[in-house]
């Protein structure tokens, strides 16, 4: 079991929003879904059989999401992110398609939140290289290339990059 574990609280959409990430993500699952029993769904106000905790993974890292209800301070904000960390120009196209849907593209890479409230940066591995460049008029041209984006473009970086 890792020692920290991303726990989000929805109203209801737990189990919808656990599945949907896992049909995003290739190397992942669900690896539980707790449901509430008579008890539990009298003190919650929840239906009997429904879901409480869904536990899932993604690409390696265990996530939990839980049907708490509507409360005020539950809604999901930009001060948190998940950052996907992107091999190529497919990868990037392909979050990015997935994750915004539903939800609000954002400047650089961002999705302010996807259409479960949820904040991701979709990067190329190839940006922190191509902005930390040693040339520091290398760097300046890709930083003003990325800041006239949405969703991150790795020819473009690299074409600013090479002065072109």
Request: glycine share 8%; net charge negative; aromatic share 10%.
């Amino acid at each position: 079991m890792q020692k920290l574990t991303p726990f989000f609280w929805f109203d209801s959409q737990a189990e919808e929003a656990a599945n949907f990430y896992v049909s995003v993500f290739k190397n992942s699952k669900i690896k539980s879904v707790a449901r509430y029993d008579e008890a539990g769904a009298k003190a919650s106000g929840r239906l009997v059989g429904s879901a409480m905790v869904a536990s899932f993974e993604l690409e390696g890292q265990e996530f939990s999401a839980l049907n708490g209800g509507p409360q005020p301070f539950a809604k999901p904000s930009g001060s948190v992110s998940f950052v996907i960390n992107c091999e190529n120009q497919e990868e990037v196209d392909h979050f990015w398609e997935k994750l915004s849907q539903g939800g609000e593209e954002g400047q650089c890479g961002w999705i302010n939140h996807d259409k479960f409230g949820v904040t991701w940066q979709v990067v190329p591995v190839q940006l922190p290289k191509l902005l930390g460049d040693p040339d520091p008029t290398k760097a300046q041209r890709v930083m003003q290339a990325m800041l006239q984006m949405k969703k991150i473009d790795i020819a473009t970086l690299e074409k600013a990059a090479a002065g072109q």
